[in-house]
Structure formats: structure tokens, C-alpha cells
């Protein structure tokens, strides 16, 4: 109980000493949708239960990406360049944004600033020497971000996060967040893509796949021209079973048949953006 409170309370806490700052249409322009796909890949390191089901989906979701010449972002857990190394340079030799989500899959808003500072420093390390790639994105477990957290990012020379949007904000368009105006001497910022969705109900909800399908589609809709939007999935929950590896294709397909929308990386956008 104290510790839901104390959490509410840091949440708050970020939430009114840190600046949103909105930004204009993304890179697909004014009538159309500007969407990054991303993928938590954390196999057994963010949830014991994804142990069984991470190759198969991991499997599937690179070929359908592959048979569609898809580009999307996938935030690694650092500690899967240990076991799993081959699948990161699949990853990356399939043509896709290698992003963190944190080395040992620890919650920022929960995490004091040292063992932060320590594990994403961590991961931006070796993802330099081992693949020689320059990590520039970012996406917390369980989707607690901090004041602290966005200070950490920006030290270690990350360009954005990507983070689920606040029900109440509900922008559904990039922003620029920083640090400055209330008791911080340095200012520090990033871009954050806002995520609309992910996979995550089939979990919680029990969601049927053609529900989470359908409500994947809803934001293929007008309403969202002119916006920058993010969709995530986790390869071991649509590697549990066939059903769920069926919508994550069709919905690809649709994406392909939706004219108004382009696909981006995280840091496409950032780019874009920072340009
Ligand atoms: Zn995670």
C-alpha cells in the first residue's frame, strides 16, 4: 500500500517537473500517418513466462517483416546479447533500429539514479563494442519513466524514448520533453514518440487476437493524419500461439493496403525531426 502511494507520488512527482513540449506533423506530413513499429525483445529477462515462446516469435515476426521489407525498432534487453547474441545481429543485419530497454530490464521510475545511470550506460557500451552500433532510442519496462530517467538518457547520448502516452494528454504527436524550469540547474531533453498500442491486453484482458487486431486498425483512421504514433508487440507474446502470429500478419497486410500512412524507425523520425 505505502509503496503504491510512494509510486503515485514519484509519477506526479516527474510529471510536473518536466516540460512537454508538442511538435508539428511528422515526416509523412499533414494527410498522413507517421508510425513506428517496435518490439520489446526481452526473452526469459523480462518475464520468466516469455522463456518458451520468444524463439518462435521471434522466428516468425523477423520473416513476416523480411516477406512485407519492413524497417521497424526493436528495444533489446541488454543481458540478451549474452545468450542470445546471434538473434541482436540478425536483427541488425535485417535492417532494423537496435533501441534499449534497459541492460537487466529494471523500472526507471523505480531504480535510484546510480544503478540507472550504471545499467544504460551499460548497455550503450556494449551494444557499441560488440555490434558497433550507436543506440539512440529508448523504452522503459513496464513504461515507468522518470525526471531522473530523461537526465540519464540525454547524458548518454540517447535522442528519444518511446513511451505510452498519458490518457488525460493525449496528444498522439511527438514532443520534445526536458528537464528544465523547476529546480534543475542543467537542462536536458529528448524527442518521445508517443505509443498508441501494443500486445500487452492479450495478456492483461485476455483479449481475443481478432479484438487486438481490430483495435490495432482503429488507428488507421483519419483521425490520425498528421500524427506520429508508435505500436509495439512482444515476439514471445505473439509466439504463444498460431492465432496470435496470424493477426500480427494481417495486421502488416493492412498497414500495406492503408495508402495514407508511412512507416518509420524510432531514430528516422528523430532525425527528421532534429533536422
Ligand atoms: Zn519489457
Given at each position: 500500500?505505502?509503496?503504491?502511494?510512494?509510486?503515485?507520488?514519484?509519477?506526479?512527482?516527474?510529471?510536473?517537473?518536466?516540460?512537454?513540449?508538442?511538435?508539428?506533423?511528422?515526416?509523412?506530413?499533414?494527410?498522413?500517418?507517421?508510425?513506428?513499429?517496435?518490439?520489446?525483445?526481452e526473452r526469459?529477462?523480462?518475464?520468466?513466462?516469455?522463456?518458451?515462446?520468444?524463439?518462435?516469435?521471434?522466428?516468425?515476426?523477423?520473416?513476416?517483416?523480411?516477406?512485407?521489407?519492413?524497417?521497424?525498432?526493436?528495444?533489446?534487453?541488454?543481458?540478451?546479447?549474452?545468450?542470445?547474441?546471434?538473434?541482436?545481429?540478425?536483427?541488425?543485419?535485417?535492417?532494423?533500429?537496435?533501441?534499449?530497454?534497459?541492460?537487466?530490464?529494471?523500472?526507471?521510475?523505480?531504480?535510484?539514479?546510480?544503478?540507472?545511470?550504471?545499467?544504460?550506460?551499460?548497455?550503450?557500451?556494449?551494444?557499441?563494442?560488440?555490434?558497433?552500433v550507436d543506440?539512440?532510442?529508448?523504452?522503459?519496462?513496464?513504461?515507468?519513466?522518470?525526471?531522473?530517467?530523461?537526465?540519464?538518457?540525454?547524458?548518454?547520448?540517447?535522442?528519444?524514448?518511446?513511451?505510452?502516452?498519458?490518457?488525460?494528454?493525449?496528444?498522439?504527436?511527438?514532443?520534445?520533453?526536458?528537464?528544465?524550469?523547476?529546480?534543475?540547474?542543467?537542462?536536458?531533453?529528448?524527442?518521445?514518440?508517443?505509443?498508441?498500442?501494443?500486445?500487452w491486453m492479450?495478456?492483461?484482458?485476455?483479449?481475443?487476437?481478432?479484438?487486438?487486431?481490430?483495435?490495432?486498425?482503429?488507428?488507421?483512421?483519419?483521425?490520425?493524419?498528421?500524427?506520429?504514433?508508435?505500436?509495439?508487440?512482444?515476439?514471445?507474446?505473439?509466439?504463444?500461439?498460431?492465432?496470435?502470429?496470424?493477426?500480427?500478419?494481417?495486421?502488416?497486410?493492412?498497414?500495406?493496403?492503408?495508402?495514407?500512412?508511412?512507416?518509420?524507425?524510432?531514430?528516422?523520425?528523430?532525425?527528421?525531426?532534429?533536422?
Open positions: 500500500m505505502i509503496e503504491k502511494i510512494a509510486y503515485r507520488a514519484r509519477r506526479k512527482w516527474r510529471d510536473v517537473t518536466t516540460i512537454r513540449r508538442p511538435l508539428g506533423a511528422g515526416p509523412a506530413g499533414q494527410e498522413k500517418i507517421s508510425l513506428v513499429l517496435y518490439f520489446d525483445y526469459e529477462f523480462g518475464n520468466i513466462a516469455a522463456k518458451d515462446s520468444s524463439e518462435t516469435g521471434f522466428n516468425a515476426i523477423i520473416d513476416i517483416l523480411n516477406k512485407n521489407a519492413i524497417r521497424t525498432t526493436w528495444n533489446c534487453v541488454g543481458k540478451i546479447s549474452e545468450s542470445y547474441s546471434k538473434t541482436i545481429s540478425q536483427i541488425i543485419s535485417n535492417g532494423h533500429e537496435i533501441a534499449c530497454h534497459t541492460y537487466n530490464h529494471i523500472e526507471p521510475l523505480s531504480t535510484d539514479y546510480e544503478k540507472l545511470f550504471n545499467d544504460i550506460g551499460q548497455f550503450k557500451t556494449t551494444f557499441k563494442n560488440k555490434y558497433k543506440v539512440q532510442g529508448f523504452h522503459s519496462p513496464s513504461d515507468g519513466w522518470s525526471k531522473q530517467l530523461i537526465e540519464i538518457l540525454s547524458k548518454h547520448g540517447f535522442r528519444y524514448d518511446i513511451a505510452v502516452e498519458n490518457k488525460d494528454q493525449n496528444h498522439n504527436a511527438c514532443y520534445l520533453i526536458t528537464t528544465d524550469g523547476y529546480l534543475s540547474k542543467n537542462t536536458h531533453s529528448i524527442l518521445r514518440i508517443p505509443s498508441v498500442s501494443d500486445d492479450m495478456i492483461s484482458k485476455h483479449l481475443e487476437p481478432e479484438k487486438m487486431l481490430s483495435h490495432w486498425q482503429s488507428f488507421l483512421t483519419e483521425k490520425y493524419y498528421g500524427k506520429t504514433i508508435a505500436v509495439g508487440f512482444h515476439p514471445w507474446v505473439i509466439g504463444k500461439n498460431k492465432g496470435r502470429i496470424d493477426i500480427f500478419e494481417h495486421f502488416i497486410h493492412s498497414l500495406q493496403n492503408f495508402k495514407d500512412l508511412q512507416l518509420f524507425t524510432g531514430s528516422e523520425i528523430t532525425k527528421w525531426y532534429q533536422e
